[in-house]
């Protein structure tokens, strides 16, 4: 069983930059897979970028590969997400989600571990 919980929004102007944070408890993080999830106002919830137990790191887009970085410490049960160059439409609630396969699923499907979700808003 795996608890999540982020941290690490907030409110931040156009072009600057948030790290969130999804830290877990309990066993068996280190071999799961961890994604971030985003839900804007509306839309459904949609994959950000997600990363394998051995830390490759997948993003939705090259877009977004190229300005939000994913890594994780399994040290630290914790996995970050480092967003550069945020833009109004990245605004949203970030969601952490965690399944046990080495596969990185880009849906919210199979994911049975979720976090509360930590708000992300963009001025412009």
């Known amino acids: 069983q795996v608890q999540l919980a982020e941290s690490g929004g907030g409110l931040v102007q156009a072009g600057g930059s948030l790290r969130l944070s999804c830290a877990a408890s309990?066993?068996?993080?280190?071999?799961?897979?961890v994604s971030w999830f985003r839900q804007a106002p509306g839309k459904e919830r949609e994959f950000v970028a997600g990363i394998s137990w051995n830390g490759i790191g997948i993003y939705s887009s090259d877009s977004m590969k190229g300005r939000f970085t994913i890594s994780r410490d399994n040290a630290k049960n914790t996995v970050y997400l480092r967003m550069n160059t945020l833009k109004p439409e990245d605004t949203a609630v970030y969601y952490c989600?965690?399944?046990?396969?080495?596969?990185?699923?880009?849906?919210?499907?199979?994911?049975?571990?979720w976090g509360q979700g930590t708000q992300v808003t963009v001025s412009s």
């Open positions: 309990g066993r068996g993080f280190s071999v799961i897979t």
């Open positions: 989600a965690a399944r046990t396969s080495i596969v990185v699923g880009q849906t919210p499907v199979g994911y049975g571990y």
